[in-house]
């Protein structure tokens, strides 16, 4: 087991980036994902479509491409333009992450302020609520409560999809594991991510659990 | 019970002249071709009950809506209290009144819906200061207390905490009724307040309903309940493909009047 007290700290640190790639993605995708899904229903096509498009080529095409192009294109593209925009590894790992979960998201969200019927909305007209006040007190709350079993979903995936940032050279978990298992020669550290990957989305899921819980005060 | 609190509100201002608090002159609506309310004229006074009735599809609802503002309509004037919702003359195109002024009209004018609509994520009591606080600005405390006074009066005294979803169909119709008198409207709407109701549940609501009436509370209400509608009201209004066939008084309408499809209407009622 003297191997374990090697690889652990190894693999700790790329579980480090791992959840800082995590983190910040939701950080980032979330609000993002909203001012989507409203951008979606907006009444004007100027607006629609094009929302419409970022959200068909997010989710048309492999996550891995989209880093891939961030990373790259950006480069090519400042040479070409003669300013320099171009990310760095991890910048460009959090930009295709969170332009890619925020399409997702978008969807998400936009089903579920979809589904609120219109009589809620009805009725806080009535009582004179602003556009505004109705939005944040009537529907988000109930939003919420409709979307976190999708977001659950989509949330978990993320810890998993961490591990395409490697395609960029970012050591994160799965990468790291896999330069051990060169080391090693040995699968056996590949396993031992793995358990990581799992463990946090144990404690994940037993927060939504908890949080679909809290939310069931009501129907 | 005691609605005195909220009759000194409703009576004020209206008591002093004698215009009615609802004129409604040559009010058109279409939804495409099809013209869902070919020209409505109707008055209220303050402290008087319309009941309106008719077959489905006749446009009570839509007719409801329009006084509302929940839908626009092509033509007509509405006046509500002495504001004027329409700006433009009946000749010329329609023009709403400035923003302000709707609003002002709105917050006069309650609805109960047929569907209840109340908010599932907010309390009973929170549903009946969420617009008195946010809208008009009351202190919180006050608000509670006018809340707690109006369950009471609704008969639901200890159901301040509960939600929604843990209440029956007429205790949510209550809530709602009481939500919308929180904001001391000037009329108060019903959009067929009992037809989601289990018939046992609806006999609960019509009582509120009557006692509201006692209290000189002003309402239109468009029901498929004819008995009601005639206990209720001081006066009827029976509509039929968009238009008013015959107004008058309950002993008028449901009594004396000669029209074939009023009768005809009254005759399928009495027979289901």
């Not at chain 2, 109006?150 to 843990?166: A, D, I, T």
Request: contains cysteine.
């Amino acid at each position: 087991m003297s191997e374990l007290s090697t690889l652990l700290p190894i693999l700790w640190g790329g579980f480090c980036t791992t959840l800082a790639i995590f983190a910040l993605t939701l950080l980032f995708s979330i609000p993002l994902g909203l001012l989507v899904a409203v951008l979606k229903m907006s009444r004007y096509r100027i607006i629609r479509y094009p929302v419409s498009f970022y959200i068909s080529v997010m989710r048309g095409t492999p996550l891995l491409l989209q880093i891939v192009a961030i990373y790259f294109g950006s480069y090519y593209l400042s040479e070409y333009a003669g300013v320099d925009f171009s990310f760095d590894r991890f910048p460009a790992v959090i930009v295709a992450f969170s332009i890619n979960y925020a399409a997702y998201f978008a969807e998400i969200f936009r089903g579920g302020i979809q589904s609120i019927p219109k009589g809620q909305y009805e009725a806080a007209y009535m009582l004179g609520l602003t556009r505004a006040q109705t939005f944040y007190r009537i529907i988000l709350p109930q939003v919420v409560k409709r979307v976190v079993p999708a977001s659950a979903n989509e949330v978990i995936t993320l810890v998993k999809d961490t591990s395409l940032a490697q395609v960029i050279a970012v050591t994160e978990l799965f990468a790291l594991a896999k330069k051990q298992q060169a080391a090693y020669a040995s699968i056996y550290p590949l396993f031992v991510a793995g358990v990581f990957y799992y463990i946090a989305n144990l404690l994940l899921s037993m927060f939504f659990a908890y949080v679909e819980r809290k939310l069931n005060y009501y129907k | 019970m005691d609605f005195a609190n909220n009759q000194s509100v409703i009576t004020n201002g209206a008591s002093q002249d004698t215009s009615p608090i609802l004129e409604v002159k040559h009010l058109k609506k279409s939804f495409g071709d099809l013209h869902v309310l070919k020209d409505i004229s109707l008055e209220l006074n303050a402290g008087e009950v319309l009941s309106i009735i008719g077959p489905s599809g006749s446009g009570k609802s839509t007719l409801l809506r329009c006084l509302t503002q929940l839908e626009t309509f092509e033509a007509g004037e509405v006046r509500v209290d002495g504001k004027n919702l329409v700006v433009s003359a009946l000749n010329e195109p329609i023009k709403y009144a400035p923003a302000n002024v709707l609003r002002e009209i709105r917050l006069s004018t309650g609805l109960v819906f047929q569907n209840f609509n109340l908010f599932p994520h907010l309390t009973v009591l929170q549903n009946l200061t969420l617009a008195p606080i946010r809208v008009l600005g009351i202190p919180r405390e006050e608000a509670r207390a006018t809340g707690r006074r109006l369950l009471k009066q609704m008969g639901l005294e200890g159901k301040e905490k509960s939600y929604p979803c843990e209440l029956s169909g007429g205790q949510q119709q209550r809530v709602s009724i009481a939500r919308a008198l929180a904001l001391k409207p000037k009329i108060l709407f019903f959009d067929e307040p009992t037809s989601a109701l289990d018939p046992e549940l609806t006999g609960e609501v019509l009582k509120i309903i009557k006692q509201l009436a006692e209290d000189r509370m002003t309402m239109v209400i468009v029901t498929h309940e004819m008995a009601f509608a005639r206990d209720v009201a001081n006066k009827v209004l029976f509509m039929d493909q968009g238009v008013v066939v015959e107004q008058g008084t309950p002993d008028f309408v449901f009594n004396q009047s000669q029209n074939k499809r009023l009768s005809a209407f009254l005759e399928r009622f009495s027979r289901n």
